[in-house]
């Protein structure tokens, strides 16, 4: 008994020798622990970048070796300027305080024991762990690899969103946790860890980037009935510019939606019991996870629902019926002239009133110079009012000055009736209210917006008293329309209903909408965007990929484009329209010359073109290259001899032409050809199909070459014995092909290109650089920059070589010229083209002939030259019959007065076309018969003379010389430039039509040619009479030269501008795929927006008359003026003479009479 009772207290006490060596091996191995982790948490918060960091570990821990553990890391990070706190996992929630005071912080949870994590478990069972970023540390040898690499469940209650680092113990390897589904936890091994560098990434740094694979997902959806964005098509898949984004998500993040809900609401709370109605209420309860609608984002329903990015930026206006109300404002009828000819016609009116009194006071006609001034301005102030002068001046010199002012006003009048009437005849709608509170005002008009949409709660809730007093004009919510239809319909019935809605809402239905409306903005841009359910897992990554949906054009293309994209890509190699079966000498094989004759046999029955050629003859299939469409050939190996004699073959055979099935029959092979990828046996090229297959291994292999004498290879399909080929990928061709390793292209550029520009780093820039540079990024190649050059090229026939780029490209010193290159024949023949990125029309630029020098017969091209021969002969019959009328009312001895009544008629019948007035109108009938249907003809002349100049004078006077190449050669007087060695030049040097011939005597020489766009627009503003030739966006490319005022004109002619490489470039093809692309997602589009000066373009709006469009008629007055001031000048010497004759004369008499006197 004694002595087993020592033996208990001996193996107590080697029990407690035990713990205690424990508790100290441990509190040592803790302790080593706190001091690594220090660099490696600084590392990690940084790798978060935060500064904050709360420290969580188990309470039940009664030693003292944890809390002197997280001591230390505490000192040491605070000494680093981090602010750190300590708390155990029951004290968790008393961080939430914190949530809303610092950027997200870094909990550390320190697991030492089993304990540690059942307390950590049930901490976070109810807290947000979505919030923070996370770093959990494993401090603990024991047990690790059961809850440290492999956990059960989803022990941490993890989310989807949750940022978890995760180490074990002191493994280098970082691993990250998050639960997809909730009852599972997902790790990945995201980075490495060491003192020397730091954390080093090893999966890509962005967390929705490695976090993009939903693993089919199911999500619940709600739909809103009769949405303005999204519908069902026919096969029952969701179309409209939400549905197409939504499934482009589908695809990049392969989750799939289930249609839980169609509602008809979009959804409004209830101020009653704060219950929300409609979608927004699916979500709220629980019974959605996402709405695919377009939801305008309020505060309310920020609190109970998460929105996507918005989808759709849109401003918000009133829509009423447009009302049939036309009015003018008094101002409207001094917009048919602008403010310098108003000006110009003010100084004209002052000028001859001065100019007049002058001359009356010259002349002796009035002594009173301030009355003078009086009677003359009337005169003339009436005169351009259309009306007559008293008494006509017998003096030459004012009568031409009147005859000047009456022609000044006969055309401006006129101008002024045809700028009138385009102005006046196009409909101005008056609005009965501008703004809300106009609408408000007007208070007759009733209000409406949808049903159920945040519209309603906007107005509703709202303590503005404008939106107070919009509710008092509100119908009643049960009588509000449901949808857009509903809506604009009763708008259309009700005159006085005024719907409020965004623009884009309204235009997804602008052709339903049956009668005309008119739009009020409102003031207020709505974004629009889909929901998902409050504080979902998934918003942020959904909203990454919709950002980058923006960033790529993808959104844009959705948005525009109609045609529908397919959920899964199949893959569809195009079917061979023959097949030819190509074979060795030698095949002695019987048994082998029948398989090859079964399958002959075999394919014919089904339809299929064959043919079983002997290798040596595979030449002799080429002059099949161009009759048929690309066909399938088949090769079949079995020994050396036979692959030997398919790489002989090969090396002088164009193996682009056909695709290729290569079958290694087992035999007796010296080498594994088959997975020997050195060298390049066949002699394939990068774009070469070929489809290599080694029975007995079932793998169809796709062989390609690059580079550095290595075959590339692919695995794309396996084949069963059963006839089924299963894809392994669903890639094309050139998306399994898009890398090409840094290969290098050597490269030429035409020197002051317009679309491309080189600096001295080799950087590009203009539209053509640019999109080089995406192409390059995209499959991954350089550019090496060989040489530039002055000209593009064209076929020089003296020397019998290519010059410039193209010759570059041809002599094999470059393999791609990016400038800007037109399409020709004879070029097609020695270059390969990229696709267009340019296709624009060739178009003349002229010097504008309005600001060259008006044309001084333009006023008289309104009327042809009989109505002019009619006028004059009206005007030279019908005063010399009036004047017959007048003599019968001569007395004896005035018939000296009959070339002055004839003189005087002549000039009131002028004053009558010119629509002046008559002194008196004559008491006998006959004069007045013939005085009245004077001015009927006189005023029938006059409006039709207005009429025709409405579309003369009111759109700016510019007579074209030429319209045309044939118009061009008719005229004469112009030189034709084009681009100096170029395919523009050579298009007609080289022609043979009689067109062509004649251009060309008119072109510059070819010398003189500019060779850069600015050269050529320097020649049309610098030279006289020069026309460049050229495109449209060449000439938009000139941002920044204004050299003159330039009119085009339209040749007729397309030309499509793209780069070129050598011919039968292996590349080519690769690099029209990108383009392609970039073309679809709207990247060319964006480049083109950012490089090319838009051109700005004709709108149908009202243009008021210019000072150059009536100049003529204004020299004219000058010119009168002139000949009136040099008339008086004359007459003023005449009169002097006169009267010094007179006195001279008078003197000799009056001495003669003194003499005989005497």
Known sequence: MTHNIQCIESLKSSSERLHHSIQVVRSYELHTVAEHYVPFIIDVAEFYRTRSVFFLYAESIKAMEMSTMVFKLTRALSREGFRTLNLYFSELHESSSYVRQVVRPLYIAVISDYKAIDEFSLAVSTYDVSFPAWLVMFVYVGHRSEYCHNPPGNIFHLRFDTRMLVRCYKENVLREWYSLDGKRTEIDDVATWSVEKGIAMIAPPILHDRRYNLRGLIMKAVIVKDGPFIMLDENGELDGVYGKILRELCVTLNFTFEIVSKVDEYGVQNPQDGSWTGAVGELYAGRGDISISDFSMTSARLNVVDFTLPLLLSKCSIYIKEPNIIAVNWSSYFLAFGPSLWFIILGVIIASTILVTFLKVTNRMERNIKTSLHDSFLEVWGIFCQQGIIDFPSRSSLRIAYLSLFLLTVIVSAAYSAALISFLTSDILVLPFNSLEEFVQDGTYQFAVFRGTADYNIFMNSKDPLAKKLMTLMMKENDLPLNLIEGFQRVC??????????????????????????????????????ILSKNNPFTDLINFHLQKFVNNGMMNRLKDETFKKQLHKVVKHHPASSVFLFYTAATGDFKFSMTIKTWLRSLSRERIPVLGIHLSNVYEITC??????????????????????????????SMSFPAWYVIFFPGNYRRDYCHEKSGNLFNVRFDTEMLVMCPPDRVMREWYYLSNNKTETFDLATWEPSGVITFLTNLTLYERRRDMKGLALRTVVVKDGPFISVDENGKMSGIFGEVITEITQAANFTLKFEKSVKEYGRWDERRKLWTGAIGEIVAGRADISISEFSLTNPRLDVIDYTLPIIVTSMRFYIKDPLYNGVKWNGYFKVFDLKIWLFIIFIITIAPFLVSLLKMNELREGETHRIVSIIIENYLQFWGIFCQQGLTGIPYRLSLRLAYFSTFLSAFVVFAAYSGALVSFLANTIRILPFQSFEELVNDGTYKLAVYKDTSDYDMFAYANDTLSKKIMKIMKKEKD??????????????????????????????????????????????????????????????????????????????????????????????????????????????????????????????????????????????????????
């Not at 006085?496 to 809402?505: F, G, N, P, R």
């Not at 052709?511 to 974004?527: L, Q």
């Not at 383009?1075 to 243009?1103: A, P, S």
Request: charged fraction near 25%.
């Open 624 to 653: 099949y290259r161009y009759r048929i469409t690309r066909p399938l050939f088949v090769v079949v190996l079995f020994d050396d001899e036979s692959v030997l004699e398919f790489s002989k073959v090969s090396r002088n055979f």
């Open 493 to 530: 019935k009700n005159p006085k209903l005024a719907l409020y809605t965004s623009d884009e809402i309204k235009k997804s239905i602008s052709f339903g909408i049956p009668c005309k409306v008119a739009t009020i903005y409102a003031g207020r841009i709505d974004s629009l965007a889909m």
């Open 1009 to 1158: 040619l500019p060779s850069t766009t600015l050269e050529g627009i320097s020649q049309v503003c610098n030279e006289h009479k020069v026309t460049f030739l050229t495109t449209v966006e060449i000439w938009m490319s000139l941002k920044d030269y204004k050299l003159c005022k330039m009119v085009t004109i339209k040749s007729g002619q397309i030309s499509s501008l793209a780069m070129i490489l050598t011919k039968n470039n292996p590349f080519t093809n690769l690099i029209n795929h990108h383009m392609k692309n970039f073309l679809y997602n709207g990247v060319i589009d964006r480049l083109k927006t950012k490089n090319t000066r838009m051109m700005v373009r004709d709108e149908l709006t009202f243009k008021t008359v210019s000072f150059q469009a009536v100049k003529p008629i204004f020299d004219l007055l000058q010119i009168g003026f002139i000949l009136s001031i040099c008339i008086l000048i004359m007459e003023k010497l005449y009169s002097y003479q006169k009267r010094n004759f007179n006195e001279r004369r008078n003197a000799r008499l009056r001495n003669n009479i003194e003499e005989n006197v005497g």
